[in-house]
């Protein structure tokens, strides 16, 4: 009789049950392992909302640096809080896109299914808590423009977009620093929720052409 057999006995005569942990199963220390076999030490959080991305990366091991963007005003004020204890942590309060200056956001009910693109139908009917309810001048950065201010020289960086359909938009305002990031996270859908976004099956195309291949998915919304 193996130990491994013993322990899961004597584990059920107290009412638990164990069974063998598959990392790959788990998607985010899927993530972590990835992270850190292509050795990133910075990751841009874009579309970071209060933070929860960056505290995750952190309750699975990562000590690199991390840029958070978040351009609504009440939300950014709680992201720059939960920064505040983290010396590697740091926020700036933009959206990114393909030009530099301001935009009108659509601020949603739930505040994190605000977009740059107007919502459709099928997101109101499957969230209504998401219903748009008003909007708010932003500013807006090029990735392009502001990556030498935020990046170190010897940096390995992992871009993570999770930004509501405005994920295209945001690549083509990084297209000439793409070669230096090693790796993205991106947000792809399998249905239209903002006019324009581009879908699931596209994105992964998109992506391939700018020289990344698929190693990972997370499922969502």
């Known amino acids: 009789m193996s130990w491994r057999f013993k322990v899961r006995t004597l584990a059920r005569r107290l009412g638990y049950d164990i069974t063998p942990f598959d990392v790959w199963h788990s998607s985010t220390l899927r993530r972590s392992l990835l992270l850190k076999h292509h050795q990133i030490n910075c990751v841009l959080d874009v579309g970071a909302n209060i933070g929860l991305y960056a505290l995750e990366l952190r309750k699975e091991g990562f000590q690199g640096r ?43 009910g739930n505040l994190e299914s605000s977009s740059l693109l107007d919502m459709l139908p099928r997101h109101e009917e499957a969230a209504p808590e998401a219903r748009i309810e008003r909007t708010e001048t932003i500013e807006v950065r090029r990735l392009d423009s502001v990556f030498e201010s935020l990046v170190q020289p010897d940096e390995r960086v992992f871009l993570k977009l999770d930004t509501q359909g405005y994920e295209r938009t945001i690549l083509e305002g990084a297209a000439g620093v793409l070669p230096r990031i090693a790796g993205v996270q991106v947000e792809m859908s399998l249905e239209p929720l903002y006019a324009g976004e581009m879908m699931f099956t596209d994105m992964i195309g998109y992506m391939q052409e700018r020289g990344f291949a698929l190693r990972s998915m997370e499922s969502g919304f």
């Open 66 to 108: 991390i840029v958070s963007f978040e351009p609504l005003a009440s939300v950014y004020a709680k992201l720059q809080q939960q920064a505040s204890t983290d010396p590697k942590w740091g926020t700036r309060p933009w959206a990114l896109g393909d030009t530099d200056g301001t935009a009108e956001i659509n601020v949603a």
